[in-house]
């Protein structure tokens, strides 16, 4: 889930789904890729698999700094981040409840066949699995919210027990402003799970994509452009540049 942009579009595709309607379009201008469900902008790429979203750049700096080979993908979207970490020979794995989303995100995304795909709840994958990785991010969204299941005590605790000894959690989080309150509230309760907690974000600017982390993550700095698209990359660099690491109360 990112902030909503203005183009002018023509669209690809529309696609009916119990989570809202699926519209992929393309930018007459640059070419990008466009998914949006419900209403809401969910993910944008340059059309050759390389996010347009200054979040998705910034999880994969922190992902590839991690020094991950093994990444759980929890929410999919357009599946861009996908499709840029197996780009990077990382083996990821994806969950949606979404039956429309693996579909999405390998005509449209780049997402390769070879990655698999898990459409269930992210919460029940969990649950029911045993494979650990080295890290997990949770980008899952209904509409504005994430799913209020998937930020519980039980939830991150599950999340635990699948990372390795040195993984890492990595939440997208969206703020309307600062007077938006939820990136405090969910690290409050990954901090009852989770000895190192950290926040990334850029206070002051409205619609934002906060990240929060933890597990393994006190050697992580901040983000740079580790993969760079075929437009907009300056404005992405410039936009990370602006994201630091913010204390907790």
């Known amino acids: 889930m990112t902030a909503k942009k203005v183009l002018r579009v023509s669209f690809l595709e529309r696609i009916d789904s119990a989570w809202g309607e699926i519209t992929i379009a393309m930018a007459a201008k640059t070419g990008a890729i466009i998914y949006a469900q419900g209403g ?3 993910s944008e790429s340059d059309g050759r698999g390389v996010s347009l979203s200054s979040y998705i750049h910034a999880i994969h700096s922190l992902v590839r700094q991690a020094g991950a080979r093994s990444v ?3 929410g999919c979207g357009g599946g861009v981040l996908g499709t840029m970490l197996s780009a990077d020979g990382v083996a990821v794995t994806m969950v949606d409840i979404n039956p429309a989303s693996p579909y999405v995100a390998r005509r449209y995304f780049g ?3 070879s990655v698999p795909f898990h459409v269930e709840d992210g919460a029940a994958y969990l649950a029911r699995g045993r494979s650990k990785f080295d890290a997990i991010v949770l980008d899952a969204y209904h509409a504005s919210e994430i799913p209020e299941h998937l930020t519980t005590p039980a939830f991150f605790e599950s999340a635990a027990a699948r990372l390795t000894k040195k993984g ?6 969206f703020l309307q402003d600062d007077a ?4 405090q509230t969910i690290a409050r309760t990954l901090r009852g799970v989770f000895p190192e907690v950290r926040l990334l974000d850029e206070p002051g600017a409205r619609e934002r994509n906060a990240i929060l ?7 992580l700095a901040r983000p740079w452009l580790t993969m760079r ?3 907009a ?10 994201l630091d690491f913010q204390r907790l109360p």
């Not at 890492?168 to 989080?173: F, Y």
């Not at 990359?233 to 602006?242: G, Q, S, T, Y």
């Open 40 to 42: 809401c902008h969910q």
């Open 72 to 74: 759980l993908m929890i």
């Open 111 to 113: 997402l390769p066949d």
């Open 168 to 173: 890492a959690l990595l939440v997208n989080v």
């Open 180 to 183: 938006d309150r939820d990136a």
């Open 213 to 219: 982390m933890a597990g393994h993550v006190a050697p």
């Open 229 to 231: 698209p075929r437009t």
């Open 233 to 242: 990359a300056e404005d992405i660099r410039a936009e990370l540049k602006r």
